[in-house]
């Protein structure tokens, strides 16, 4: 399982930070003690057309002994393209006229890949609309009502939710698509997507912290 923090610097500062990354100590999402970092492993994303290799911590809960990675909230579960790639594609396709194969050009994925996240997320529009409405009320955001095509619907709750997200400290630097992977625990276009209405509704996402201390 991995459990991801708002991470608001750029992919190239986190690549340079190498192993001596900082990131949060946090709760165990089992037990709800606090877990201590705990080796880490190394890893491919993909940004501005090219990969990159980071460091991802693991952290150890001493009370329940499991171990958990602490992905920054530029990198989706199981994807190797960063976040803010997939938002915009998703962004393109979804609320206007552009069509898959030239939004794909111009972040340089596969035309083929970008239609996977359009339809992973297609699929799964109506429940991230309402959790991301949700979420967007009890931020103290306007509620969003439902609209006749999903796919917009759901990206105007997560903007919404993000803009009153705003609102609180930090979180305005992370972006709206790190924010709503953050949210979704790097679940955005997964196959199994927890509600992300209950994870933040009961403020179980960790706060954005500077990369260095």
Known sequence: MAIVWPCPVSVDEYVAAGRGVRVPRPDCPGCASQMTLWAGYWRH?????????IFVPRARCGVCAATHAVLPAFVLAGRLDVADTVGTVLAEV????????????????????????????AGRASGLAVAFAALAVDLGGPSI????????????????????????????VVGCWRFACAVTGGRLIAANTTSPYLIVGKRRFMPPIPLRG
């Open 145 to 172: 009502g439902p609209a006749a095509d999903t796919g917009r619907w759901a990206l105007a709750a997560i903007g919404e939710a993000f803009a009153a997200a705003s609102e609180l400290p930090g979180w305005l």
């Open 94 to 121: 979804l609320s206007g006229p552009a069509g898959v194969r030239p939004a794909a050009a111009r972040v340089g994925v596969p035309h083929t890949t970008a239609r996977g996240w359009v339809r992973r997320f």
């Open 45 to 53: 994303v993909r940004d501005a057309g090219g990969c990159r290799r």
